[in-house]
């Protein structure tokens, strides 16, 4: 079962920042929070994860609730090659356990307009 | 080149047939992960294997199987294949830690005719 909520899709224009919300309140302390996004026809591709903090990478930034029951993406300017669906999920720390595994939800679907 | 490889990429066979997909994770990972993409259905966990032995299973049907060989390599088999076993498989690799990042391969698409 999905441990995270997110909205099925959102629309963006392009060159615009987007702000993809995710909902985890059961997130348990040794939790982190990946994020992976979907293009058609395609295998998954990470984006970031974080812990506790803040995390900005090269493709995105990911901002965390203090109470770490929420957090959110941040594509700070949104290209058609953005358009994808988009995964929020929870992997837990243990080391080589099933706990690790990655369970997808269905994600948001986000679309780019020109 | 993501780095974890898949092979073959595409697949079609007829029902009743086995198969086997296979799957190379990114060099010095030692988990392996399975997934099943049906037709505009969201990703099913399958298995993970993690240096060899299997460490979880998802919603993997008794038809199929996997092993993770001494090179870390792996391999899923499909066997007494159905229609509605047609989807996409991919493989993910990663450390075994969750602050790692999965690497996902590109897929291999099976067509059961």
């Known amino acids: 079962d999905a441990k995270t909520t997110q909205p099925n899709s959102m629309e963006s224009n392009e060159e615009e920042p987007v702000h993809l919300p995710c909902n985890h309140s059961?997130?348990?302390?040794?939790?982190?929070i990946h994020w992976y996004r979907q293009l058609p026809s395609q295998g998954p591709e990470y984006v970031i994860h974080?812990?506790?903090s803040n995390v900005n990478n090269r493709m995105a930034s990911l901002a965390i609730a203090e109470d770490r029951k929420s957090s959110t993406l941040i594509l700070h300017r949104a290209t058609l090659r953005d358009a994808a669906v988009y995964y929020c999920?929870?992997?837990?720390?243990?080391?080589?356990?099933?706990?690790?595994?990655?369970?997808f939800g269905k994600g948001t679907k986000l679309s780019v307009k020109p | 080149d993501s780095g974890v490889t898949q092979t073959p990429k595409h697949l079609i066979t007829a029902t009743g047939q086995r198969v086997t997909l296979r799957c190379s994770p990114r060099?010095?990972?030692?988990?392996v992960y399975w997934y099943q993409q049906s037709l505009d259905q969201g990703l099913q966990f399958l298995i993970q294997?993690?240096?060899?032995?299997?460490?979880a299973k998802g919603n993997i049907l008794e038809r199929f199987s996997a092993q993770q060989f001494p090179d870390l390599h792996s391999e899923l088999n499909l066997s007494s294949l159905e229609l509605g076993d047609s989807a996409l498989y991919f493989c993910?690799?990663?450390?075994?830690?969750?602050?790692?990042?999965?690497?996902f391969g590109s897929g291999t698409r099976l067509t059961v005719v």
């Open positions: 974080g812990l506790t």
């Open positions: 294997y993690y240096n060899g032995e299997e460490r």
């Open positions: 993910a690799s990663s450390a075994p830690t969750g602050g790692y990042g999965y690497t």
């Open positions: 059961t997130i348990s302390g040794t939790d982190y």
């Open positions: 999920i929870l992997r837990g720390g243990d080391y080589g356990g099933s706990q690790g595994n990655l369970i």
């Open positions: 060099s010095g990972d030692l988990s």
